[in-house]
Protein backbone atom coordinates (compact mmCIF):
# COMPACT_ATOMS: atom_id res chain seq x y z
CA UNK A 1 0.00 0.00 0.00
CA UNK A 2 1.20 3.98 -0.74
CA UNK A 3 -0.03 6.58 1.26
CA UNK A 4 0.11 10.36 0.20
CA UNK A 5 0.00 13.16 2.75
CA UNK A 6 -0.20 16.47 2.23
CA UNK A 7 0.17 19.68 4.08
CA UNK A 8 1.11 23.38 3.73
CA UNK A 9 -2.61 24.69 2.67
CA UNK A 10 -3.98 27.22 4.79
CA UNK A 11 -5.58 31.15 4.50
CA UNK A 12 -3.80 33.32 2.99
CA UNK A 13 -4.13 37.05 1.61
CA UNK A 14 -4.18 37.81 -2.63
CA UNK A 15 -0.81 37.86 -3.62
CA UNK A 16 0.56 35.80 -1.12
CA UNK A 17 2.21 32.76 -0.91
CA UNK A 18 1.89 29.34 0.12
CA UNK A 19 3.97 25.86 -0.14
CA UNK A 20 2.52 22.75 -0.37
CA UNK A 21 4.19 19.75 0.16
CA UNK A 22 3.22 16.04 -0.79
CA UNK A 23 5.14 12.84 0.71
CA UNK A 24 4.54 9.41 -0.64
CA UNK A 25 5.18 6.27 1.91
CA UNK A 26 4.50 2.57 2.18
CA UNK A 27 5.48 -0.06 -0.33
CA UNK A 28 7.16 2.41 -3.19
CA UNK A 29 10.33 1.05 -5.40
CA UNK A 30 9.74 4.06 -7.88
CA UNK A 31 7.83 7.08 -8.56
CA UNK A 32 6.99 7.76 -12.36
CA UNK A 33 5.74 11.14 -11.69
CA UNK A 34 3.40 13.39 -8.70
CA UNK A 35 1.60 15.87 -9.98
CA UNK A 36 -1.52 18.44 -7.69
CA UNK A 37 -4.76 18.86 -9.11
CA UNK A 38 -7.32 21.23 -7.45
CA UNK A 39 -10.92 21.53 -6.92
CA UNK A 40 -13.22 24.31 -6.30
CA UNK A 41 -16.87 23.89 -5.26
CA UNK A 42 -19.50 23.51 -8.14
CA UNK A 43 -16.43 23.32 -10.65
CA UNK A 44 -14.53 19.64 -11.93
CA UNK A 45 -11.20 18.66 -10.82
CA UNK A 46 -8.33 20.10 -12.77
CA UNK A 47 -4.62 19.64 -13.15
CA UNK A 48 -2.58 22.01 -11.55
CA UNK A 49 0.58 20.98 -12.45
CA UNK A 50 2.55 17.25 -12.84
CA UNK A 51 6.40 16.18 -13.03
CA UNK A 52 8.02 13.32 -13.93
CA UNK A 53 10.91 12.06 -11.75
CA UNK A 54 12.99 12.91 -15.06
CA UNK A 55 12.05 16.24 -13.97
CA UNK A 56 9.88 17.23 -17.03
CA UNK A 57 7.02 19.48 -15.49
CA UNK A 58 4.00 21.05 -17.18
CA UNK A 59 1.20 23.48 -15.66
CA UNK A 60 -2.19 24.69 -16.14
CA UNK A 61 -1.96 27.90 -18.31
CA UNK A 62 -3.88 29.68 -14.98
CA UNK A 63 -0.74 28.88 -12.69
CA UNK A 64 1.92 29.66 -15.16
CA UNK A 65 4.61 32.16 -13.84
CA UNK A 66 3.13 32.02 -10.49
CA UNK A 67 3.52 28.31 -9.32
CA UNK A 68 6.39 25.92 -9.14
CA UNK A 69 6.53 22.17 -8.75
CA UNK A 70 9.31 20.12 -7.99
CA UNK A 71 9.88 16.35 -6.63
CA UNK A 72 12.55 15.14 -4.52
CA UNK A 73 13.00 11.64 -6.18
CA UNK A 74 14.92 10.55 -2.77
CA UNK A 75 12.39 11.79 -0.21
CA UNK A 76 9.38 10.52 -2.65
CA UNK A 77 8.55 13.98 -2.33
CA UNK A 78 6.34 16.89 -4.30
CA UNK A 79 6.40 20.18 -3.80
CA UNK A 80 4.24 23.11 -5.04
CA UNK A 81 5.30 26.64 -4.32
CA UNK A 82 2.19 28.71 -5.03
CA UNK A 83 3.35 32.40 -5.59
CA UNK A 84 0.56 35.64 -6.01
CA UNK A 85 -2.03 33.69 -5.50
CA UNK A 86 -5.24 35.18 -6.61
CA UNK A 87 -9.01 34.19 -4.97
CA UNK A 88 -9.65 32.07 -8.20
CA UNK A 89 -6.76 30.17 -6.78
CA UNK A 90 -9.25 29.15 -3.89
CA UNK A 91 -10.17 24.87 -4.33
CA UNK A 92 -8.90 21.79 -2.12
CA UNK A 93 -5.41 20.57 -3.28
CA UNK A 94 -4.92 17.11 -4.25
CA UNK A 95 -1.72 14.58 -4.55
CA UNK A 96 -1.24 12.40 -7.03
CA UNK A 97 1.50 9.93 -7.86
CA UNK A 98 2.06 7.03 -10.14
CA UNK A 99 3.74 4.81 -8.00
CA UNK A 100 5.81 1.01 -8.96
CA UNK A 101 5.79 -1.13 -6.25
CA UNK A 102 8.05 -3.75 -4.94
CA UNK A 103 6.99 -6.91 -6.69
CA UNK A 104 4.74 -5.60 -8.54
CA UNK A 105 5.29 -4.31 -12.03
CA UNK A 106 2.34 -2.19 -13.08
CA UNK A 107 2.25 1.71 -12.00
CA UNK A 108 -0.74 2.28 -10.19
CA UNK A 109 -2.60 5.61 -9.83
CA UNK A 110 -2.51 7.28 -5.75
CA UNK A 111 -4.21 10.39 -4.17
CA UNK A 112 -4.03 12.68 -0.98
CA UNK A 113 -6.73 13.30 1.26
CA UNK A 114 -6.49 17.23 0.07
CA UNK A 115 -5.57 19.98 1.60
CA UNK A 116 -7.71 22.90 1.21
CA UNK A 117 -6.13 26.39 -0.12
CA UNK A 118 -8.00 29.57 0.48
CA UNK A 119 -6.90 32.82 -1.05
CA UNK A 120 -9.15 35.91 0.35
CA UNK A 121 -9.22 39.22 -1.88
Known amino acids: QVQLVESGGGLVQAGGSLRLSCAASGSIFSIDAMGWYRQAPGKQRELVAR???????NYADSVKGRFTISMDNAKNTVYLQMNSLKPEDTAAYYC???????????????WGQGTQVTVSS
Open 96 to 110: NAAVEEYYYSRATDY
Open 51 to 57: VTSGGRA
